[in-house]
């Protein structure tokens, strides 16, 4: 069995009959609709979202066959299936092998983090190349937006440059050290410079001995690692964060929550943000709870000490309920119905 | 002007190839040309260096996006950043600015399809252009190999231009082929530029074989013995893969494959890494190769042959541009004609969908076609678009599509029976030249004077190493160093890559 076929399994198992493979062929896409969104979340396969667009639609029912015809799978109607016993067994087995990465968040990141990497293979190689003095060389990336943000970006001064470079390196080098060797070795092999051009996902993965699409998963991963630490630490990375630092539009929020998010991220208070944008204060509220909700990162301490989302929980669990008006009254009307539901949509 | 100072300038080169002074010499005074050149033999400096002498745009019509986005990157990475590919994959609003600063661009790449827009008419009109030229202009005749429905407009849109002068390009064209682009083109004033299409540095083997299995075994053998850089083409995506799979097994040298069906940042990076030679062989679909400019190329085999001999002679033209002794394989067996044959049997629209078609707009009568309604029109019938505008064409012809995509309401019956009359005609002229293919495959005598022969050209001089029928020595193209066999691959350090990308010293990438 193939890692692809694993994978498959893998998503068919947390479904559960319960919504079509094609539904899960839009997750593993990335393509966004309220239904996609929901289901991955409901499923636990949200970390999988976007992060398989390579496999087109006929491979993907090509593999769905295949695992149907060797009885991996059970149809359970038309287009809905359940996995065997036999199915699960040997899903769990290469799961065993070849884990899913600790970091990997489709869902959290995968459309910034697809762009992030476009600009940076990009950015390096101009780097790598300019800086030997040879400005004749074959971009690896000819999407006319990506090659305007490089243009705009790019430092004109040799001395820049070669800040720029060392920089990148550190920064680079510093990341990747907390990660397996095998993970920073497909890493830098996928990067083009000077000297050498970039491997694809398959030829790095030959390389490294792994199937070709848990590479993809690894290579995935090792992006979505980096953008979390960007976030959690700009100063850290004050170099690569140049890379990320307007992708925020492409979290997924509706518009209005995005703004009252990137006015939180200047340390607004909910008052301030309802009074500027003209909007209620409980609309605000909407926005954090959306937040909250999408934005994996995203700490509700200042909205809720950390005890008091303990107590919440813990009430929660007792009354087994996600009601919101008897966990309010069990706490005696101490914490609002907004910090009640925070609390609630963070623990998920 | 100096045109050979010119040439050194801005392309590098001291001197020029065959032709290319004679067609830029009439371009540059306004006249309208019809050049034949042989595959890999810089048709591009034909247009591009008049770019530097005429005053406004050059616009080339290019049938393959990938081709003018090739070319487009190529002349940005010259140094020439005044160019553009204007095609229906930018964005609305990359459209938008490209359009509203038209003027600046030098270098103007367009789809036949887009071309056809009203408003692109008018920006271009008033932006000036200086040189109208069609690449692969044996693309306007249905006589030719790839002939495709837009290309039979572009005499109108030259005409909204205002009429500037007009370069026809061609690498493959039958003398009927050329006849028809010049009138076609309403081109009776050309100057022709027609030079001999033979690479006489590119030797020829063809090898019938009794079975797959058997072409296989050739295949690995050929691999594993014949110096590199070179490409296998397969008709199927899935042939080029496995293949290429097989042949890593030997370790006999560095095997990518490339097809259509990868991501764009894949298919950039393999294309690059053959161009550096970090790649000795592709197994490849006929979507790689064209615009990729490659002067080393060893030897191109052919798994599959290709379905016509224009197109044979356009892919083995890939190697050997540097001038330097190269060769062609092609292995085939008897049922390699079966499979060609059926796909093309498979393009031509069904009867059920030309009828589908013509009910639709038979229930529209008087009525407009919308884009909408074109839409899901051609979806519900299940036409692919080429096959549309193939039928759209015609119609139009027949005038049953007006301007403006009215529906004149018009007879069913005759009208389906023009269509399938049409498209049997077109299944009929793919089936022929398939035909001939297959006959140059069969064929006694020199295979060089044979396809020659199709072009009505005559081959002036035997090349020492001609053919499998003339003879030819294999060794010739053989590895020498058993070194290269066994290459040793320097060990990855990941931190040391790292330090060799950013051009760091190497201490500071050891230290932790």
């Known amino acids: 069995m193939n890692y692809r ?88 087995g290469i799961l065993r092998k070849y884990p899913f990465p600790d970091h990997l968040d489709g869902w959290a990141y995968q459309s910034r983090a697809d762009l992030f990497w476009k600009r940076l293979s990009l950015y390096v190689q101009s780097l790598s190349h300019l800086l030997k003095g040879d400005s004749n060389f074959l971009p690896v990336n000819r999407e006319d937006n990506i090659q305007y943000w490089i243009k705009k970006n790019f430092p004109m001064e040799q001395n820049e440059r070669e800040a720029w470079a060392n920089n990148l390196y550190n920064e680079i080098l510093s990341l990747l050290n907390d990660l397996t060797e095998n993970e920073s070795t497909l890493f830098t092999y996928r990067l083009s410079g000077f000297h ?30 980096i953008m979390k630490r960007l976030q959690e630490n700009e100063q850290k990375y004050p170099f690569l964060s140049v890379f990320v630092k307007d992708l925020e539009v492409l979290l997924p929020l509706t518009d209005s929550a995005r703004k009252t998010f990137s006015m939180l991220g200047k340390n607004r208070t909910i008052k301030e943000i309802a009074g500027y944008r003209r909007l209620k204060e409980s609309t605000i509220e909407d926005h954090i709870v959306e937040i909250a909700m999408n934005v994996p990162e995203f700490t509700i301490d200042s909205f809720v000490a950390p005890f008091e989302q303990e107590e919440i929980l813990e009430i929660s669990k007792q009354l087994r309920t996600k009601r919101l008006k008897p966990i309010k009254t069990a706490l005696e009307d101490r914490l609002s119905y907004f910090q009640i539901r925070l609390v609630l949509v963070k623990e998920g | 002007m100096n045109l050979q100072r010119l040439l050194q300038k801005h392309f590098g080169f001291s001197t020029f190839r065959k032709g290319q002074q004679e067609i830029i010499n009439d371009v540059v005074q306004g006249k309208n040309v019809l050049a ?187 691999s594993s013995k014949l110096k590199g850089p070179g490409i296998v083409y397969f008709s199927s995506r899935v042939w080029a893969e496995r293949m290429a799979a097989l042949i890593e097994e030997q370790k006999v040298g560095r095997v990518a494959f490339y097809h259509a069906g990868m991501e764009m940042e894949d298919r950039l990076l393999i294309q690059k890494q053959f161009i550096n030679d970090e790649i000795d062989l592709i197994c490849s679909t006929n979507a790689f190769g064209m615009g990729i400019n490659k002067p080393n190329v060893r030897y191109v085999i052919h798994f599959h042959f290709p379905g016509t001999i224009e197109a044979y002679l356009q892919e083995i033209g ?90 004149k309401p018009f007879d069913l019956k005759s009208t389906f029976a023009s269509l399938k009359g049409i498209i049997e005609e077109r299944t009929r002229v793919k089936l022929n030249r398939l035909y001939e293919m297959n006959r140059w495959l069969e064929r006694e005598g020199c295979r060089r004077q044979n396809y020659l022969g199709h072009f009505d050209q005559c081959l002036e001089e035997t090349p020492e190493h001609c053919c499998d029928y003339c003879g030819i020595t294999l060794s010739k193209y053989e590895k020498r160093d058993e070194l290269n066999r066994t290459r040793l691959q320097e060990k990855f350090l990941w931190k040391k890559e790292l330090t060799r990308l950013f051009h760091q010293s190497e201490e500071v990438g050891i230290e932790e």
């Open chain 2, 318 to 407: 890939r190697a050997g541009r540097d001038g330097a002794e190269s060769l062609a394989v092609l292995l085939y067996t008897k049922e390699d004609y079966q499979l060609p044959a059926m796909l093309m049997q498979q393009e031509v629209p069904e009867d059920k969908q030309v009828s589908g078609v013509l009910d639709y707009l038979f229930s529209m009568g008087g009525n407009q076609l919308t884009p909408e309604a074109e839409k899901s029109m051609i979806q519900a019938v299940g036409l692919s678009e080429v096959a549309w505008g193939f039928l759209a064409f015609h119609l139009g012809k027949r005038g049953v599509i007006m301007e403006d995509n009215f529906i």
């Open chain 2, 36 to 222: 034949m050149l042989p595959t890999g033999t810089g048709k591009s400096i034909c247009y591009q260096l008049p770019g530097y002498i005429l005053p406004g745009i050059i616009l080339v019509v290019s049938p393959l996006l990938s081709l003018m986005e090739d070319q487009v990157q190529q002349l940005k990475s010259n140094g020439e950043k005044r160019a553009l590919a204007l095609n229906s994959f930018l964005s609305l609003s990359e459209r938008k600015t490209a359009l509203s600063n038209l003027a600046q661009y030098k270098y103007i790449y367009v789809s036949p399809e887009i071309l056809q827009h009203p408003i692109i008419q008018k920006k271009l009109r008033d932006a000036g252009v200086s040189l109208f030229v069609i690449d692969e202009a044996h693309c306007i005749s249905q006589w030719g190999h790839e002939f495709r429905t837009d290309y039979l407009k572009l005499s109108g849109v030259r005409e909204i231009l205002g009429n500037p002068p007009c370069l026809a390009l061609t690498a493959t064209a039958t003398e009927a082929v050329r006849k028809d682009i010049l009138s076609q083109l309403q081109l009776d004033d050309a100057e022709s530029h027609i030079y001999g299409i033979d690479r006489s540095n590119i030797a020829i083997k063809v090898e019938e074989h009794q079975s797959v299995e058997e072409k296989v075994t050739a295949l690995l053998d050929y």
């Open chain 1, 196 to 225: 050498r051009v970039g491997l694809t996902i398959n030829q790095a993965a030959g390389r490294i001995g792994v199937d070709s699409d848990f590479a993809n998963l690894l290579f995935k991963g090792i992006l979505h690692y």
């Open chain 1, 5 to 92: 076929e694993a994978l498959l399994l893998f998503c068919l198992n947390q479904i559960n009959g319960q919504r079509t493979i094609n539904g899960l062929y839009h997750l593993l896409q990335g393509k966004k609709s309220s239904q996609t969104i929901q289901d991955g979340k409901l499923f636990g396969v949200s970390f999988l979202f976007g992060t398989c667009k390579h496999i087109n639609r006929k491979e993907f029912l090509e593999t769905v066959t295949r695992l149907h015809n060797e009885r991996f799978i059970i149809k359970k109607s038309e287009d809905t299936f359940l996995v065997s016993e036999p199915g699960v067994k040997i899903m769990e």
